[in-house]
């Protein structure tokens, strides 16, 4: 796996703002990336598959709330993070 790629946050950002949906899309984020690499490996690990899955389920919902909530705040994240915007329903 290569790990450079992956977003770094600081020790003391991680500490203050562990519940807020910014930090969880970004802990997300990491993890679907990791998974991504992960994939890449080994293509028949369905478990992990599974996982992925269930995590872009998780950080789509949390996206649709931001994007309720605070419109500007959503458009910076998905921009921080190089996230597609999601569809409207």
Known sequence: MIKNLFISVSSQEKEKNRGSVEFQVF???N???RLT???K???KDYLSQRGLRKILGKRQRLLAYLSK???LRYKELI???GIRETKNR
């Open 27 to 29: 802990s997300f984020t």
């Open 37 to 39: 690499s992960h994939l």
């Open 31 to 33: 993890k679907i990336q």
């Open 79 to 81: 921009s921080q993070l």
């Open 41 to 43: 490996l080994h293509k």
């Open 69 to 71: 909530k605070n419109r």
